[in-house]
């Protein structure tokens, strides 16, 4: 009996230690120069199941899966927060980098002490196109995971 227990437990285990949850906060740095742009660290709340918006193919025929449309894919809960832009009017501003660091490093933190492991970060620019663009973003993606 003790040896179907142990089994068991053991198999509990197992499998509890393949599931895990994952979570992604973004961050998005403004390259616009004057401040005039929108720089922000967001955390959806909610939860999306991808195959309510998914469509399958096989042999050039649809089986549409997606009980939604795009525009009801869109949440309202998130946590969006304030970071400053990386160019002020006379260029390039190192005070607001810094600054940006500072509060994503308490932003990660915060999750960290959540329980959340960091496992990857992805991250890209949509940089100035030349004289007559003068915008861009930079986004970093931090995905999480946690083990329940």
């Given at each position: 009996?003790?040896?179907?227990?142990?089994?068991?437990?053991?198999?509990?285990?197992?499998?509890?230690?393949?599931?895990?949850?994952?979570?992604?906060?973004?961050?998005?740095?403004?390259?616009?120069?004057?401040?005039?742009?929108?720089?922000?660290?967001?955390?959806?709340?909610?939860?999306?199941?991808?195959?309510?918006?998914?469509?399958?193919?096989?042999?050039?025929?649809?089986?549409?899966?997606?009980?939604?449309?795009?525009?009801?894919?869109?949440?309202?809960?998130?946590?969006?927060?304030?970071?400053?832009?990386?160019?002020?009017f006379v260029g390039i501003n190192f005070q607001n980098i810094a600054s940006n660091d500072a509060i994503i490093m308490s932003k990660l933190n915060a999750v960290a002490?959540?329980?959340?492991?960091?496992?990857?970060?992805?991250?890209?620019?949509?940089?100035?196109?030349?004289?007559?663009?003068?915008?861009?973003?930079?986004?970093?993606?931090?995905?999480?995971?946690?083990?329940?």
């Amino acid at each position: 009996m003790k040896k179907i227990l142990f089994a068991f437990a053991l198999l509990a285990s197992a499998s509890a230690l393949h599931a895990q949850s994952y979570r992604i906060i973004t961050t998005i740095e403004s390259i616009v120069p004057g401040g005039v742009g929108r720089s922000r660290i967001i955390d959806s709340k909610d939860q999306v199941d991808y195959r309510q918006l998914t469509t399958s193919r096989d042999n050039g025929k649809d089986s549409d899966q997606g009980s939604i449309d795009r525009s009801d894919a869109k949440t309202d809960k998130l946590e969006e927060t304030k970071l400053l832009n990386f160019y002020s009017f006379v260029g390039i501003n190192f005070q607001n980098i810094a600054s940006n660091d500072a509060i994503i490093m308490s932003k990660l933190n915060a999750v960290a002490d959540e329980g959340w492991e960091l496992a990857f970060v992805a991250s890209g620019v949509e940089s100035d196109a030349g004289e007559k663009d003068g915008k861009g973003i930079f986004i970093t993606r931090y995905i999480f995971k946690k083990k329940p």
